[in-house]
């Protein structure tokens, strides 16, 4: 009878742990693919210059970068806002938009220890995203009648998250690209309104 009790609970031990490791073996719920990134809900700002150029002066430094690892990394996010938003409709005006930071750095964050740690999905990885961008235009003197411009706006956008250390590649992937779908759409919104504003007297409408 002994032997048969310690048999019995010995089984249910071991299936206790059974059950928690496979919970904690469970992978997370697959997120939802993130949003596109388009701009053709909105009107294009056109500007009284010839030509928008687009410079890259964004060099990754400190940190674990891996931008290069979204599908639409942030540079190239910037690159598509400017040809969806901006229009040059002409004349002897210039505009230049300066990609300053375009970067997302992983952190990694502690994990639990010991025992405790062997059933916990922690938090593994923060992703923190920043993208800068200075758009500066300028129109030359023309001649009599005529006076010259020169203007700038800047704007700074970030956004961090956290992701599970058990999370499959597809979905961090898809974290990775709605990292920069928030900035661009934050970055949208602020460089709107600060063309318009700092560089009034280029903008047609």
């Not at 490791?21 to 693919?33: H, K, Y």
């Amino acid at each position: 009878m002994v032997f048969r009790r310690i048999v019995a609970r010995r089984t249910v031990l071991a299936a206790g742990l059974a059950a928690l490791t496979l919970s904690a073996c469970q992978s997370t719920p697959q997120r939802p693919a993130p949003r596109a990134i388009d701009f053709s809900n909105f009107a294009p700002i056109v500007l009284n210059a010839g030509s928008i150029d687009v410079v890259s002066a964004y060099r990754p430094s400190g940190g674990k970068h891996v931008e290069d690892r979204v599908p639409l990394p942030p540079a190239e996010a910037v690159r598509r806002w400017v040809g969806e938003r901006l229009q040059a409709a002409g004349g002897p005006g210039r505009v230049r938009v300066t990609i300053r930071d375009a970067g997302i750095v992983e952190v990694a964050l502690p994990k639990t220890e010991g025992v405790k740690g062997y059933f916990t999905n922690d938090q593994a990885q923060r992703y923190d995203g920043r993208i800068e961008v200075e758009v500066a235009g300028e129109v030359p003197d023309a001649g009599p009648g005529t006076a010259s411009f020169r203007g700038m706006t800047r704007s700074t956008v970030t956004y961090s998250t956290t992701v599970a250390e058990n999370i499959s590649l597809a979905d961090r992937e898809a974290t990775l690209q709605d990292i920069t779908r928030r900035m661009i759409e934050d970055l949208n919104g602020r460089l709107d309104a600060g063309i318009r504003k700092d560089l009034a007297p280029m903008v047609r409408r």
